[in-house]
């Protein structure tokens, strides 16, 4: 399996422009997590789907930042209007549903580093 | 969130084993223990998890306090590869939310 694949790879934009970051996770994970990293905040969850359902979105920092995931090998984040503070690296992951409480094991991709002017 | 308390930078000599403990004291009793690492310029990377008992497998040895409120990831043999964040997660449900880690360099 490729891993998870996610691009752009880099992009650099203005301030004001729409952003749309992808995301397709490894075939037959049934979670997709979108994450956020900077160097102040760390690593942060912004929004997790099971089953291409959206489950948890308490971390999107505002009504700016919107994610889809419209079929299981699939999903986006959207950033519109971006603004300099939203540079950093986000990070899409999938897991494959498990017997236990709790996600299984977390596949990441390699990240998407934003970069907004 | 959950928090998990670690140092916040460990250093190790290369072949040596690493011992890196974390704290969660607030930890319940469905709460897993799961560690990532974050090698530079990747992705994090998952480790081990565990509930209760001490967990092996081929990267690394969990041992989880009989009263589960702290554990210690034992890399048996550290190499500059393992040089990276590691991070401690205690989590009930879907959510692993990463802390600051603790940043383990090598030594040669």
Redesign the interface.
């Known amino acids: 399996d490729a891993g ?1 694949i996610q691009s752009p790879r880099h992009e650099v934009t203005e301030m004001g422009q729409e952003v749309t970051l992808r995301c397709k996770p490894i075939s037959g994970h049934d ?1 997709l ?1 979108w ?1 956020r990293q900077t160097m102040m905040r ?4 912004l929004i ?1 789907f ?1 089953n291409n359902v959206p ?2 979105d308490s971390g999107m920092p505002e009504d700016r930042f919107s994610a889809k995931m419209p079929n299981a090998s699939f999903s986006t984040l959207k950033i519109q209007p971006s603004e300099p503070r939203d540079s950093a690296v986000y ?1 899409c ?1 999938s897991s494959p549903t498990t017997g ?4 299984g ?7 998407s580093r934003l970069t907004v002017l | 969130d959950a928090k998990t308390t670690q140092p916040n930078s460990m250093e190790s000599n290369e072949e040596e084993p690493v011992h890196l403990p974390c704290n969660h004291s607030t930890i319940s009793g ?1 709460d ?1 223990i ?1 560690w ?1 690492r ?1 090698l530079p310029s ?5 480790v081990i ?1 565990g ?1 209760t008992s001490n967990v092996n497998n081929r990267m690394a040895s969990l041992a989880i306090a009989e009263d589960r409120k702290s554990s210690t990831l034992i890399l048996h043999r550290a190499t500059l590869r393992d040089a990276a964040v590691y ?1 401690c997660i205690q ?11 603790n940043q383990v360099v090598v030594i040669p």
């Open positions: 998870v979670y997590f994450y760390g690593l942060e969850l997790y099971n489950i948890d990070f992951a236990t409480v709790g996600p094991e977390l596949f990441f991709g390699e990240g | 469905t897993y799961h990532y974050q990747q992705g994090p990377e998952y998890h509930l991070y989590t009930g449900n879907n959510r692993l939310a990463f802390g600051k880690g």
